[in-house]
């Protein structure tokens, strides 16, 4: 018995190395940057431009403070350059996915990807709200209003732009406690060339970025750190949750089905339905439900391809174990999980892009078989093909479950007879 327990422990401690040192390579692989903007600087610096040297045109201090990075020095200069360059020809309100060259060490830039958006505070940044004459809150316009430029920086993930829709609900979180942050009015540079040259006394520059970077709150700076494993995390999470199990929970994703989440934690089963968003194929098979399902006549009693909804309920045991009430799957979910859980999970955007391409590749068959069927109207030859098709693509049960939301009168009497013919030979096509 005490055996037993000793294994357990290390198996505890075990998992919770692990996630010791995912965590300190999330820390020294990605970074954040905090910075009050203010563009009407912007405007200046253009006005100027003739009359400031090139080196000076590249400094981002013109129109952007740093107000809070855990980048080094010579890290944080390279992006301010590059977001300046960038803002100066901004003029949508979507966010910015770019790649930057970073010096993490001195002599030696490495590229990372960035996003970056434009975030303006809900009050003004002089604390006190605008009142219209009709004693009403006035509506305050962008220019009026705190703006911060935040960005998230990772060494390890090819490219951020697929996590978009999470970094947008991030953001939101994040406009709350930027709200009325008393960050004060950038500093200009200084004109005495005497004072800038003496290492005695450091720039203004710098005085108003330590004031700013003490005055910003805590909360703030644990949010931004946060970031990996609020936006990106649970990729690598839920993938582990599910181990030899996820050829399941991806049958279940591209199949449409509801689930029920039993034992979970909040953050658990928020993972797996983020996680599940990413797999299901929901939009497409809401554009392909047609309004008249009753349309759809087929002469096959078998379960196997009714249209009736998937409700699956996924468990988390004692020990994080978890188990599926009802285990579909096929080749093709096996195929996919088995690539699946080879990956390098520290790469988020890698696993994600995967993810897109399983289902571009299943979309690709669905097309394929409903081109079999429509030709296989006027050709047996046609007819045959469908039926290996079916039979060799591996998910053969999930694309006639989609053709079916769709088919004319006569791709689905072609598919009754496929279907008769399936359960008649006693053939299966997982």
């Keep these: 018995m005490a055996d037993s327990t000793s294994d357990s422990g290390s198996v505890h401690s075990l998992q919770a190395e692990n996630q010791a040192l995912e965590k300190k390579s999330d820390s020294s692989n990605r970074f954040y940057a905090l910075y009050s903007y203010y563009p009407h600087r912007v405007v200046v610096a253009e006005e100027e431009s003739k009359a400031i040297p090139n080196e000076d045109q590249t400094d981002g201090s013109l129109s952007l403070n740093i107000a809070a990075t855990n980048l080094n020095a010579n890290a944080e200069t390279d992006l301010r350059k590059s977001l300046f360059h960038k803002l ?9 996915f770019f790649s930057v060259g970073l010096q993490l060490a001195p002599g030696t830039a490495a590229s990372a990807s960035c996003f ?16 219209a004459a009709d004693d009403s809150t006035d509506v305050l316009s962008l220019k009026d209003r705190q703006q911060f430029v935040v960005c998230f ?7 951020l732009d697929i996590f978009k829709s999470e970094f947008d609900s991030y953001i939101q979180d994040l406009v709350p406690l930027l709200d009325k942050e008393p960050l004060p009015l950038p500093h200009p540079p200084p004109s005495n060339p005497d004072i800038s040259n003496n290492s005695s006394s450091p720039a203004p520059c710098s005085l108003a970025s330590q004031e700013k970077l003490s005055q910003l709150s805590t909360r703030i700076h644990r949010y931004l750190e946060q970031w990996p494993e609020l936006v990106l995390g649970y990729v690598t999470r839920t993938v582990q949750y599910f181990g030899n199990y996820l050829q399941h ?12 989440i039993c034992g979970a934690t909040p953050e658990e089963e928020e993972d797996v339905k983020r996680f599940f968003g990413c797999c299901s194929l929901s939009k497409l098979f809401e554009k392909l439900q047609p309004d008249n399902v009753s349309v759809i006549d087929s002469n096959d009693n078998n379960d196997l391809w009714q249209l009736q909804p998937l409700v699956i309920t996924i468990t988390f045991q004692e020990g994080r174990v978890v188990s599926f009430d009802k285990s579909y799957s096929c080749q093709f979910c096996v195929n996919a999980a088995e690539k699946l859980m080879k990956m390098d999970l520290t790469n988020a955007s890698r696993v994600r892009d995967f993810l897109e391409q399983v289902k571009l590749t299943f979309v690709q068959s669905l097309n394929k078989l409903k081109r079999f069927l429509n ?3 006027l050709d047996y030859y046609a007819l045959y093909r469908s039926l ?3 039979k060799k693509c591996g998910c053969g049960d999930l694309l006639l479950r989609y053709v079916k939301l769709d ?10 007879v496929l279907e008769t013919f399936i359960v008649d030979m ?3 096509l997982l």
């Design 153 to 159: 920086i990772s060494f390890q993930d090819g490219s």
């Design 375 to 377: 030709q296989a109207e």
């Design 88 to 96: 100066l020809k901004y003029t949508s309100g979507d966010a910015l």
């Design 249 to 260: 929970f991806l049958h279940a994703a591209l199949s449409n089905a509801s689930l029920h």
């Design 426 to 428: 006693k053939q299966t």
């Design 407 to 416: 088919g004319g009168p006569e791709a689905l009497n072609v598919l009754s």
């Design 388 to 390: 290996s098709f079916l």
């Design 116 to 131: 970056c958006s434009l975030v303006a505070a809900a009050s003004d940044s002089l604390g006190f709200d605008h009142v």
